[in-house]
């Protein structure tokens, strides 16, 4: 008996850990970002290339969703740079000639706009570009002098103030040498957890070393590996930008109802051209009043199927505890009419037990099936 208890237990354990495991694996490479628009109307997802197929199936825990697609959309790149001293001075005329680099490589679907960062996000340029010329203009303000460098209120900010409601795909390439463990006001957890559960948002961060013997920043690694998963080192040798280059992006866009806005998190994917993209779990805000359902049934109260399971349950306790108490009392009544051949209390037990282990052993558990 024992054995089977600890070989089930063993069973759910695994069972656990497997569930945690498909969790984690939620982002594919095919997947270049997802967020809500501001007003939680909708859910975008960007991928990597043209799409075939005019609409794609997203799957939200267990129901489908059909959302159109669109091929070719426009990608706006904000690079943030550390403009403060802690940049290695051998590395600093390098990271200014990569960033050039990249701009005059980038494709025809995509722009720049270029931010400083220090205490914050401080803009070079006003508007996205890809005028090589103004841009490279905007990079020579870099001075390189400025003191505290704190990138996870940067990265927060660029997040809340860059990614817009048009359908345009924005990115966020950071390139610093690393966060400060103190100053700023945002903490670590907490921008993990803005972009772990509630957005996908598309982060790159470029780590700037003296020497290719420089450690990794683990905290901006972790970030990376949770958003765009690019985390980068630059030293001298090793300064091309190229692999940043991202080429077609296709928007996938769901409309939002009130089946879905309900204020919690749910797993989801992503199936079109015959591949199917694990995003993960997000979490969806709670429906505006203005949202109004589109694609789940009127009488699809997502309150009544719970409703109804817990009043079943309990329904089903009553009835089994009636039959077995009814079961009991019957048995018992046989026991005490059969004295002369069990007259011990003992006997009257294991009689009780002998009546029971002869039923249907459905019986007992039929209401809660």
């Known amino acids: 008996m024992q054995k089977k208890l600890l070989c089930l237990i063993a069973i759910c354990l695994l069972l656990v850990g497997w569930s945690v495991l498909v969790n984690a694996a939620g982002s594919s490479e095919d997947l270049v970002e997802c967020y809500f628009t501001s007003d939680s109307k909708f859910l975008k997802f960007y991928l990597k290339g043209q799409l075939k197929d005019e609409d794609a199936t997203v799957k939200i825990a267990s129901k489908d969703y059909q959302a159109p697609i669109e091929n070719t959309v426009e990608i706006k790149t904000t690079i943030m740079v550390d403009n403060t001293g802690s940049i290695p001075k051998n590395m600093r005329d390098s990271v200014v000639k990569s960033i050039n680099d990249y701009i005059r490589r980038m494709p025809s679907n995509e722009s720049v706009r270029?931010?400083?960062l220090q205490k914050g996000m401080i803009p070079l340029t006003d508007n996205y570009s890809r005028d090589a010329s103004k841009l490279g203009h905007a990079l020579d303000q870099l001075t390189f002098d400025q003191f505290g460098s704190y990138v996870y209120d940067g990265i927060k900010q660029a997040i809340e103030q860059l990614y817009g409601d048009d359908d345009a795909c924005y990115r966020l390439v950071v390139i610093t040498d690393g966060a400060a463990e103190n100053g700023g006001e945002v903490s670590f957890d907490y921008l993990r957890t803005l972009i772990e559960t509630k957005n996908r948002y598309h982060v790159d961060l470029i780590q700037v070393a003296s020497s290719s013997k420089a450690k990794e920043d683990t905290n901006m690694k972790s970030l990376a590996m949770l958003s765009s998963n690019t985390y980068h080192m630059m030293y001298e040798g090793n300064t091309d930008l190229s692999y940043l280059l991202m080429g077609d992006v296709s928007l996938v866009k769901l409309k939002m109802d009130n089946s879905l806005t309900t204020g919690e998190s749910r797993g989801v994917k992503v199936t079109t051209d015959n591949r199917s993209i694990d995003v993960g779990s997000i979490y969806f805000p709670q429906a505006d009043v203005g949202i109004e359902a589109s694609s789940v049934p009127a009488d699809?109260?997502?309150?009544?199927i719970p409703l109804l399971i817990a009043v079943g349950a309990v329904l089903a306790a009553v009835a089994a505890f009636a039959v077995f108490f009814f079961v009991a009392q019957a048995a018992t009544a046989i026991a005490v009419a059969s004295t002369a051949v069990v007259p011990?209390?003992?006997?009257?037990?294991?009689?009780?037990?002998?009546v029971l282990s002869y039923l249907p052993s459905g019986v007992l558990f039929d209401g809660f099936i």
């Not at 699809?300 to 009544?304: A, E, F, G, M, Q």
Request: hydrophobic share 65%; net charge positive; glycine share 0%.
């Open 300 to 304: 699809s109260n997502p309150l009544l």
């Open 344 to 354: 011990s209390i003992t006997y009257k037990f294991f009689f009780i037990l002998f």
């Open 114 to 116: 270029l931010v400083a």
